[in-house]
């Protein structure tokens, strides 16, 4: 499964929308993006995953680039709830199901 | 989205003891299980595989006599810490995939066990 990066920590102003990258430069053909995320002390909770299109669902919204090189998590209008680490995983949606989780992005949301 | 316990949420254990841990689907059946440490300020890491009615399969470096794995149902997976020691405290997570959620094959997690040996 591909390796991604991303930025060990961010802040976001309330009610603003934050956007959380991710590089995955050796993402092959079939892998899915997943993104989850953890609040403190808490178990990891899905957010929303995508394959090549752009994807929205009630949480959040998914770009991914034409290449498939990178990909971003926006919240569109960030609460004081939404801080937590969030995790960028890639992988293919078969191999075992196994999710290998990096070292996420902690967002700080500011009131 | 499917629901994942489990119980207990917390434990205090007296080193050389061992601690259950178990990890439930609630609202669909799973064939496999994943169980995840967590140790303070960092991410989680995969421990072990549990498939049910089979052996688990562990990663590279975990000690599968200490860390005991049973996944006799297929609602049901339990993790049993042995001869627990202060370096076994950690934060615990178990997942498991809904078999009906289609090819994407995302997972869901449960709230964690909170174990501290003393």
């Known amino acids: 499964d591909a390796k991604t990066t991303q930025p060990p920590s961010m802040d976001c102003a309330e009610g603003r929308a934050a956007n959380l990258p991710c590089n995955h430069s050796?993402?092959?053909?079939?892998?899915?993006v997943y993104w989850y995320r953890q609040i403190h002390s808490q178990g990891p909770q899905y957010i929303i995953h995508g394959l090549k299109n752009n994807e929205t669902n009630e949480m959040a919204s998914l770009i991914i680039t034409e290449d498939r090189k990178s990909s971003t998590l926006i919240l569109p209008h960030a609460t004081l709830r939404d801080t937590a680490v969030y995790y960028c995983?890639?992988?293919?949606?078969?191999?075992?199901?196994?999710?290998?989780f990096g070292t996420g992005t902690s967002l700080t949301v500011i009131p | 989205g499917a629901v994942v316990s489990q119980h207990p949420s917390w434990v205090i254990c007296k080193s050389g003891t061992s601690v259950k841990i178990e990890c439930r689907s609630l609202?669909?059946?799973?064939?496999?299980m994943f169980w995840y440490r967590q140790f303070p300020k960092q991410s989680l890491m995969l421990m072990a595989t549990s498939n049910e009615g089979s052996k688990a399969t562990y990663e590279q470096g975990v000690e599968k006599d200490k860390f005991l794995i049973n996944h006799a149902s297929l609602t049901l997976s339990t993790l049993t810490v042995t001869s627990a020691h202060p370096e076994d405290s950690s934060f615990y997570i178990c997942?498991?995939?809904?078999?009906?959620?289609?090819?994407?094959?995302?997972?869901?997690f449960g709230p964690g066990t909170r174990l501290t040996v003393t």
């Open positions: 609202d669909f059946q799973a064939t496999t």
């Open positions: 050796t993402i092959s053909g079939n892998e899915y």
């Open positions: 995983i890639v992988k293919l949606p078969h191999t075992g199901n196994q999710f290998y």
């Open positions: 997942s498991a995939r809904d078999p009906l959620a289609g090819v994407s094959y995302e997972q869901y």
